[in-house]
C-alpha cells in the first residue's frame, strides 16, 4: 500500500451512514462545555504513539494530523481528521454545522501545512477549494459521499472541501 491509500472499510469499522448517527466521533466525547479540544489531546497522543493508529470512535479508520499556522495567531495547531480521497487526491472537510473550522481558517491564510501519515511526517500544501474548482469538486464528493451528502442537506452553507498535496517527507 502506497502512503495515500485508504484503509477505510476496514471489517472492525462500524459503518457510519448519516450525520446525526451516534457512533460517529463527531457525536461523541463531549466535555461539560461541549467542546471535544481535550479529546483531540488524546487522540494525537495515541496517534503518534502508535504510528498512527488509534482506537475507540476512530479504530480501523485512516486518521491523519493536521498541523497549520493560526491565521490570527501564528500559532501551530494540530487536528485529527478523517482524510478522503477522489482517485490519489487527498481531501478534508468538516462535520462543524455552524462554522467553518478553524484549519479551513489557517489554510486559507497560509496554506503550508504539516501532515503526519502513520508513522510519516510530510510538508504539505492545503489549498481551500473556491468557485468553480468547489462547484466541481463538491458535486462529485456528495454523489460519492453519502455522509457529507446528509450533512450538507442538514446545513445552510457550503461543506469545507480541502485538497492537500504532499510536498514531501520531513
Do not use: G
Given at each position: 500500500m502506497n502512503d495515500i491509500e485508504s484503509t477505510a472499510g476496514q471489517p472492525d469499522r462500524a459503518e457510519i451512514t448519516e450525520y446525526n448517527d451516534p457512533n460517529a466521533p463527531w457525536n461523541q466525547a463531549r466535555d461539560d462545555e461541549g467542546s471535544i479540544a481535550t479529546w483531540n489531546d488524546d487522540v494525537?497522543?495515541?496517534?503518534?504513539e502508535n504510528s498512527g493508529k488509534v482506537g475507540g470512535a476512530y479504530a480501523g479508520g485512516d486518521l491523519i494530523l493536521l498541523t497549520t499556522t493560526g491565521a490570527k495567531s501564528g500559532k501551530r495547531h494540530t487536528t485529527p481528521l478523517g482524510p478522503l480521497y477522489r482517485d490519489t487526491t487527498m481531501y478534508v472537510s468538516s462535520f462543524v454545522d455552524?462554522?467553518?473550522p478553524a484549519w479551513w481558517h489557517n489554510i486559507k491564510a497560509n496554506p503550508q501545512i504539516t501532515i503526519e501519515?502513520?508513522?510519516k511526517?510530510?510538508?504539505a500544501t492545503g489549498k481551500v477549494l473556491e468557485a468553480e474548482a468547489y462547484d466541481?469538486?463538491?458535486?462529485?464528493?456528495?454523489?460519492?459521499?453519502?455522509l457529507l451528502a446528509d450533512f450538507q442537506s442538514k446545513i445552510d452553507r457550503p461543506i469545507p472541501l480541502v485538497v492537500l498535496t504532499l510536498d514531501g517527507e520531513s
Open positions: 494525537i497522543k495515541e496517534f503518534r455552524d462554522r467553518y501519515l502513520r508513522d511526517t510530510y510538508q466541481e469538486f463538491a458535486a462529485w464528493v456528495l454523489t460519492e459521499n453519502p
